[in-house]
């Protein structure tokens, strides 16, 4: 596993991250809390030793399986959770509608106002149990607050000893500049954008303009949710309490030409360098220049310590450009109007413009 600095923050990172979505079960099909604890300490144990996490997650569900899982380790992991969803108060701007694991509707708000991100890594640390968050992160703009409150709570927190860094995710250029003014001499230490094989917007914006003001960058669905794995054949079927049933990226073309991709030039890198397919597509991200580091997301302790390996697996120059002509050329269908990613396209249009 290689580390590495988080920004100019003081915590030092592995390049994969745990992604603790998953095992908070909400929008994954459920989840199994005891092999979820063993994952991530299988993580843990190969040196991924950084977990990314949320409130919303599983509604608690996520945070607190994570405080069970690193429980006699807390000072071997780096912990990052984030603020700025409620689904357990009303107030602030509305952003979607969804159902618990038991069908219970709720709603989800964005909220960033200070006395609101005060409750939340209250509710946080309780479940974490520890005292202490490494990396606190705003999850999604609040449109409603401007970043300089947001930034002032973040930094109390900071001063109170309750936070040891500050990123940021889901935010535009014009936004993290704003944050990183707000926070004065304090760095920004991050910012987790979405990026995979598939998924390449940032390179054009946030990518150039974090790596030009040395803020880290921790990017999320880096396995495009398991479709960049291999794993995701035609006759796999997902629940449809597993958000991935309806997501456009896993129609059946989507799926027959991401494999044909990922069969005919990934698979003979990754045999070349003794590497799976998911270690290789890691490993690709790794390599950019301007990333930190990858939040992989796991279920299984075979899952984290396949995906711990990445960090480790080297790629030649020519093992670069092959991959990222190949997905150059690969189109997916758009996803359809009203999406979650359309609705991120259009928030921020709102805030570059
Ligand atoms: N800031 C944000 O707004 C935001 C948004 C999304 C995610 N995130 C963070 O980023 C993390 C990762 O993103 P993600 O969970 O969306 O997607 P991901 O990491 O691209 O994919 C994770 C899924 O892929 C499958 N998988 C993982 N490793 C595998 C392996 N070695 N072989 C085969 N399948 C494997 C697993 O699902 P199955 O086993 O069920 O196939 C796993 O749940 C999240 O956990 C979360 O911490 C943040």
């Known amino acids: 596993m290689q580390y590495r600095q988080l920004g100019k923050s003081e915590l ?17 099909g459920g989840s199994d809390d005891e092999l979820a604890v063993r994952a991530i300490r ?19 569900r996520s945070e607190r399986v994570v405080g069970r899982a690193i429980a006699g380790r807390r000072d071997a992991v780096i912990v990052m959770t984030k603020v700025g969803l409620r689904w357990d ?20 708000h964005r909220n960033l106002r200070p006395w609101s991100i005060a409750h939340e890594v209250e509710q946080s640390l309780k479940r974490l149990a520890t005292d ?21 709570a973040l930094l109390a927190l900071k001063k109170a000893g309750k936070v040891r860094a500050i ?8 936004m993290i500049e704003e944050a990183s003014y707000a926070l004065g001499d304090v760095p920004l230490a991050s910012a987790q954008p979405r990026y995979s094989l598939v998924h390449r917007d940032i390179e054009r914006d946030v990518l150039p303009y974090c790596r030009k003001n ?23 079927s997902f629940a449809t309490s597993d958000g991935r049933h309806k997501r456009p990226t896993f129609t059946p073309e989507n799926r ?64 670069l450009a ?16 009203g999406s979650n990613t359309s609705a991120i396209a259009r928030f921020f249009r709102k805030w570059t413009q």
């Not at 701007?93 to 709720?106: H, I, P, V």
């Open 12 to 28: 030092q990172v592995p390049t994969v991250i745990f992604g603790a979505w998953a095992i908070g079960g909400w929008n994954w």
């Open 42 to 60: 299988a993580s843990i144990d190969a040196g991924a030793n950084a977990i990314d996490t949320a409130p919303v997650y599983g509604f608690g």
């Open 89 to 108: 108060d009303e107030r602030g701007e509305f952003y979607f509608q969804t159902a618990d694991e038991d069908g219970k509707t709720l709603r989800v």
């Open 132 to 152: 202490r968050i490494d990396l606190l992160q705003v999850h999604w703009p609040d449109p409603q607050v401007p970043i300089a409150e947001t930034m002032g």
């Open 167 to 174: 990123g940021v995710s889901n935010f535009a250029p014009r």
């Open 214 to 236: 040395d803020i880290g960058v921790i990017v999320y669905s880096p396995l495009e949710q398991g479709l960049l794995t291999g794993k995701v054949t035609s006759s796999r």
């Open 256 to 319: 027959a030409k991401v494999n044909e991709l990922l069969g005919t030039v990934v698979k003979p890198i990754a045999d070349r360098r003794g590497a799976t397919v998911a270690q290789v597509v890691l490993a690709w991200i790794l390599a950019q220049p301007g990333i930190t580091s990858v939040i992989a997301g796991a279920r299984t302790p075979d899952q984290a310590r396949e995906n711990a390996a990445a960090g480790s697996a080297l790629l030649e120059p020519e093992d």
């Open 322 to 337: 092959l991959i990222r002509k190949a997905f150059e050329s690969l189109t997916l269908a758009v996803p359809a109007a």
